[in-house]
């Protein structure tokens, strides 16, 4: 996978900290709903890429929305619209959509974790109902107060997901994370997506177990290369690989997505 060019097409900003930006780039085209980008700063002191997941991406348009969380973050966020930025990618596995044929899902997005869910809640609706289908595509997103101003709701209400949004203080939606408000709500499901926070990818992995619901979780946790060479990001799995004889993953190359069943968090 190489290196690319990516133009800024538009950049906006969702609420405090959390930016949106379009950018139209070759990496775009055949990407797959739940991989990623890495983003190279400009700056030659930061020589690592931030890994940002694909949010939404169409012929050569690629959707990004990420919190400023560091130096890194800080400076793709300063970068206005006509200017270049580096990125390579897709990267990752992506989601296994084909697990959704036919049944109820349930897509579980806590806070920044939303981006990662968009463009597949986007092509399970697409195809809802039909044969290779799922029946019902429901999300619940999970933010830390109103001043997040529910961002993405909307994107994922526009596609023809039914939208539940979850807040922790209660200031808007039902009070809680996304599993209280699955709980509260008597939401149900055969299958589970989900993306946030370690915490709750935990939480959901032992409620999955308890339900006996199939989950799939992407995990967004440090990265350095990106491309599966220096074990800087492996995660403990319950098997060990065919290849290494050990239990572990490369999140940035057997994941980001996992069968919440298969790794150890
Ligand atoms: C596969 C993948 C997809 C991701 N997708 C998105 C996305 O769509 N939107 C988004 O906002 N973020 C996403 N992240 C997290 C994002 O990559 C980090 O927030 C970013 O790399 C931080 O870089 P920085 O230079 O701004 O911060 P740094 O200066 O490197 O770190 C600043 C702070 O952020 C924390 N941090 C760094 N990396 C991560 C991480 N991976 N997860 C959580 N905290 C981190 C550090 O511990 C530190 O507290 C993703 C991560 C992965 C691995
Ligand atoms: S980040 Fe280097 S192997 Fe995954």
Known sequence: MKKCVAHIISKTQLCEGIIDMRLRTEA?????????????????????????????AQEDCLRIVFRISGRGTQEISELHTDEKIMIEGPLGNGWDVSAAAGKEVLLLCGGIGAPALLQLAQDLCSIKGKENGPKQVRAILGYRDASMKAFLAEDFKEHGAEVIIASDDGSIGVGGNVLDAAKQEGIGADVIYACGPMPML??????????GIPAYISLEERMACGVGA????????????????VNNARICTEGPVFDASEVIL
Do not use: M, W
């Open 28 to 56: 775009a085209r055949g990407a797959r709903c739940g991989q990623f980008v890495l983003v190279f700063p400009n700056d030659p002191s930061r020589l690592l890429g931030r890994p940002l997941c694909i949010c939404q």
């Open 202 to 211: 935990s939480a959901v992995k032992g409620y999955a177990r308890e339900k």
């Open 230 to 245: 220096c074990l800087g990001c492996v995660v403990k799995t319950a098997e060990k690989d065919g290849h290494s004889h």
